[in-house]
């Protein structure tokens, strides 16, 4: 099992460029998430989807848009990058205990 | 909004000291969840406390739910540099909103 998958790995970004952060699940998982990690800051909630066709709005939503495209995937927008939306993006997925799994993680400099 | 306050924010130890993470929400929680990431890794499940007063052990680690249910704490025994990482609280506000602390970072000196 692949289990959460994204892609790319890696971005660097020009300010004002958009661009679009694909994950997959291969869990048959209802409820997916957004993260975002900066140093001493934790992880922060960006969008979740508790499940397919719907989408809400977690701590520091401003400046992305999400897309439930069906149960498996679930893609993260940045219209219009800014410097600081330079971070190390996580998605997850979690099963219905409440178990998060992560993906590997995006690397997004945006210069 | 839910937030979890997580202490300390750092610690070093001396291989074979123990260690202890704390953390502290101002409300009553439902649950709550302990992740460790790897430097450089994505953040892995530990385990999910849900009892008033619980305590789990895996191993070396031990996990307490406050008897109020507004902290909990993860401590290790006997670091060893396989420990080293950062261990994160998670709880929910809502039901599907998982909201993290802000995490302790584990160095062990060998």
């Known amino acids: 099992n692949a289990g959460v998958t994204q892609t790319p790995k890696f971005q660097v970004l020009k300010t004002g460029q958009s661009m679009t952060l694909q994950c997959a699940q291969d869990?048959?998982?209802?409820?997916m998430y957004w993260y975002r990690q900066d140093p001493g800051m934790g992880l922060r909630l960006i969008y979740y989807s508790a499940s397919e066709g719907t989408t809400d709005k977690g701590e520091v939503p401003n400046g992305y848009n999400v897309s439930r495209l069906n149960k498996r995937e679930f893609s993260l927008r940045l219209e219009s990058a800014a410097p600081s939306q330079t971070s190390v993006y996580f998605c997850?997925?979690?099963?219905?205990?409440?178990?998060?799994?992560f993906g590997q993680g995006t690397r997004l400099t945006v210069v | 909004g839910q937030q979890v306050m997580q202490i300390p924010q750092y610690q070093h130890v001396q291989e074979g000291e123990d260690f202890t993470t704390y953390c502290n929400s101002s409300t009553t929680l439902s649950n709550i969840q302990w992740y460790k990431q790897r430097p450089g890794g994505h953040p892995v499940f530990l385990i999910q406390?849900?009892?008033?007063?619980e305590v789990k052990k895996q191993k070396r680690l031990t996990f307490q739910f406050g008897e109020a249910k507004k902290n909990s704490s993860l401590h290790i025994t006997a670091t060893q540099t396989t420990d080293v990482g950062t261990y994160f609280c998670a709880v929910t506000s809502g039901t599907y909103k998982y909201i993290f602390g802000t995490g302790t970072r584990l160095k062990v000196l060998a």
């Open positions: 869990m048959n998982h209802n409820s």
């Open positions: 997850a997925s979690t099963n219905r205990g409440g178990e998060a799994f």
């Open positions: 406390l849900v009892k008033s007063g």
